[in-house]
């Protein structure tokens, strides 16, 4: 079971990126699925976050960032616009939930690997 990202790049201030995330492999059921960031020598922090029923966001985000979450294709999607040079960072997504085993059901938490959003001014 994997996480799949993509989307990140090069863009001006104000200007908006979409980031994706698919997660593959014998799923059973993801409980939470978000994006987090990181920039050199600061640990990671939540950007969104999405439950089955619900949606959070960074203070720093709010009103700029949207996250959209479809449980049938195990997908999670953030929609950035009004990008700030403060949002350069490598994005992660991240899920957990419950994948399928030989031998019943696991409880994971996996990451899937960054991807680079870097904003010019």
């Known amino acids: 079971v994997q996480l799949q990202a993509s989307g990140g790049g090069l863009v001006q201030t104000g200007g908006s990126l979409r980031l994706s995330c698919a997660a593959s492999?014998?799923?059973?059921?993801?409980?939470?699925m978000g994006w987090w960031r990181q920039t050199p020598g600061k640990q990671r922090e939540l950007v969104a976050g999405?439950?089955?029923?619900?949606?959070n966001y960074a203070d720093f985000v709010k009103g700029r960032f949207t996250i959209t979450r479809d449980n049938a294709k195990n997908t999670v999607d953030l929609q950035m616009n009004s990008l700030e040079p403060d949002d350069t960072a490598v994005y992660y997504c991240?899920?957990?939930?419950?994948?399928?085993?030989?031998?019943?059901?696991?409880?994971?938490?996996?990451w899937g690997q960054g991807t680079q959003v870097t904003v010019s001014s």
């Open positions: 991240n899920a957990d939930g419950r994948i399928v085993t030989e031998t019943g059901y696991k409880y994971v938490e996996i």
């Open positions: 492999g014998r799923t059973d059921r993801w409980y939470a």
């Open positions: 999405a439950t089955t029923s619900s949606t």
